[in-house]
């Protein structure tokens, strides 16, 4: 039997008119401004203007374990989910309404290897092709407003160079929404003596330049716009810092966002309301969709379900130690997403074997899962469900050998199916949800960070190696202990930490698969995003601009004459 590709179910899918799915959510057509017939932009003024939905509005967080390079489905689920929490809210006539809260896709993975970020099967959200492409034009947005600060900054050192800006302690970098390595490291400047001042520069992909961290992290326009300002671009020739309100860019960065800061409204297949807005990665950046789209959503819903990007290593300890912290936002539950795919592979299963039982590799990989768990539920307080995501290669035997390993932790499990049977294959899971927050409500929220900004900056980065990695210890580099030392002596140092690592592995090495142990963080550099009120902690190998692999997706997406588009997953 021919499996109908995501791109093929979507295309197949009706579509509700935006203004309906508004409606659903109480929001009337002249509180929308749509872009065409299936996308819109909210105002959250207008939104906030109405009395809350829900005055004890539920947060619940997606995240997962380690994943394989080919993704585990953790969208898929997230939106499976919501579709599922929509049908039993159905089911028992409560009146409770369910609004899904995602990133925007990058294109750069789009074209390259990982995907786009819109679901999968049954569980899409839609319209699909417009979400994985340009969709509202936010990331164009973001990318010109970095791009402007960049252009203003190497044209004030050419022109006379007033602030006595040092051009070889120029931080701020371009930024495109690309998959280009050749871009990683560059010369500017180079020409005639018209042509600006030559000096070492490159590129980051947008998706994880500051001006994203702080859109996603600012409460609205007047706090983005401050925070632009904030933004630490370079220090001067006696080594003090110059931002970017020194270079009056802030105004015209802000103005050029002014309408992507609207969050945008979507649909699932299944019609639950779906609001996507922000796209930083979680192995770069701090992987969380943005805070105005996460608090409209909990105005108008009664339960929010929104995830955070690759493992919980990584985007559920940003999502709590950073967007949590900077926006007072405390989630009420996690749902940790695994399959017995990367389970098995976590194990030192092979590829192309994964399909097939194989209950040792199976038991060595369990420990990721557990390691996952124990961190929600330890270090940060969560009340935690586990959902696994189901393959038709998934045995009996190994499903077994989960649930008993999650009932030794005092977790429940439910399996999912969410991208064969949409909704319907997520039910088991949102009525485990449903039940395990109500139990919650009956108590204390016992959320909790996993170390005090205060912390030097030294021990903080110690401290989520130690807690949430399970590291011996942290290996500084001589570059990154300097830099550490200026950001102390420029009182800097009293923000979250970001810690840019591989998402493939507990530690900064992809290789070592599992619960690892013996192993040591190794920090090669550090940089301060002073806009979005935290420090980027850069270990490993992992780079800030991703490259093409060696036949990306590119190559197989396609239209035709009459705008219709092939390829696209």
């Given at each position: ?7 093929e179910?979507a ?7 935006i ?23 909210i ?69 390259g290897?990982?995907g ?105 326009l007047a ?148 390691k ?18 189901q ?24 399996l ?10 997520g ?39 130690q ?41 900064d ?57 092939t390829?696209?997953?």
């Open positions: 039997m021919t499996v109908a590709s995501d791109i179910i295309q197949k899918a009706t579509l509700r008119p203004i309906e799915i508004a409606e659903k959510i109480g929001l009337s057509a002249d509180k929308i401004e749509p872009y065409g017939h299936y996308k819109a932009k105002n959250p003024n207008d939104v906030f203007e109405k009395p809350a939905k829900s005055q004890n509005s539920k947060l619940i967080l997606v995240t997962a374990i380690n994943p394989t390079p080919a993704g585990e489905g953790k969208t898929t689920v997230t939106i499976g989910l919501a579709d599922a929490l929509n049908r039993v809210h159905q089911q028992n006539n409560d009146g409770k309404r369910t609004i899904v809260a995602l990133r925007e896709p990058s294109i750069g993975p789009v074209f290897i990982k786009g970020a819109a679901g999968g099967g049954y569980a899409q959200v839609l319209p699909m092709e417009d979400i994985n492409l340009h969709f509202t034009g936010d990331l164009h947005a973001i990318g010109a407003a970095n791009n402007l600060l960049a252009a203003m900054l190497d044209n004030h050192i050419y022109q006379s160079n007033e602030l006595n800006i040092d051009p070889k302690q120029v931080l701020w970098r371009r930024a495109v929404d690309m998959n280009d390595r050749q871009l990683r490291n560059i010369v500017s400047g180079m020409g005639r003596s018209a042509d600006g001042v030559m000096r070492e520069d490159g590129f980051d992909i947008t998706v994880a330049s500051e001006v994203m961290a702080v859109f996603c992290l600012a409460k609205d706090d983005l716009k401050q925070r632009l300002g904030n933004i630490l671009v370079a220090y001067t020739k006696d080594k003090k810092p110059v931002y970017a309100k020194d270079l009056k860019a802030h105004g015209a960065m802000a103005a050029l966002l002014k309408e992507a800061i609207k969050p945008n409204l979507v649909q699932t297949i299944e019609g639950t309301p779906a609001i996507l807005h922000g796209g930083p990665f979680a192995n770069i950046a701090h992987g969380c969709n943005s805070v105005i789209a996460t608090r409209t959503a909990m105005h108008l819903a009664d339960y929010t379900l929104t995830e955070a990007g690759f493992g919980a290593d990584l985007g559920a300890e940003k999502f709590c130690d950073i967007k949590c912290r900077l926006s007072g936002l405390t989630p009420n539950a996690a749902v940790v997403v695994a399959t017995i795919r990367a389970l098995k592979y976590n194990g030192g299963a092979a590829k192309d074997t994964l399909k097939e039982e194989d209950l040792t590799a199976l038991e060595q990989g369990l420990p990721n899962l557990t996952h768990i124990e961190n929600l539920k330890e270090v940060f307080g969560l009340p935690v469900v586990v959902a696994i995501n393959f038709e290669s998934d045995t009996d035997a190994e499903i077994e050998i989960v649930r008993k390993a999650c009932k030794r932790l005092k977790v429940d499990v439910a999912t199916q969410v991208w064969e049977k949409g909704g319907a294959g039910e088991a899971l949102a009525k485990l949800l449903i039940q395990l927050i109500e139990d919650c409500d009956q108590r204390e929220s016992e959320f909790k960070f996993a170390y005090d900004t205060d912390m030097l900056i030294e021990h903080k980065i110690r401290t989520i190696a807690r949430v990695y399970g590291a011996n210890d942290i290996d500084i580099s001589a570059t990154a202990k300097a830099k550490i030392k200026r950001l102390e002596a420029l009182q800097l140092d009293k923000m979250p930490i970001c810690i840019a690592k591989t998402q493939y592995s507990l530690s090495d992809a290789s070592l698969l599992g619960r690892p142990t013996g192993f040591n963080i190794h920090v090669r550099d550090i940089s301060i995003s002073n806009g979005a009120g935290f420090i980027v902690v850069i270990c490993g190998p992992i780079m800030k601009m991703p490259g093409l692999p060696k036949v990306p997706s590119a190559e197989r997406i396609d239209v035709d004459e009459q705008g219709h588009i390829g696209l997953f």
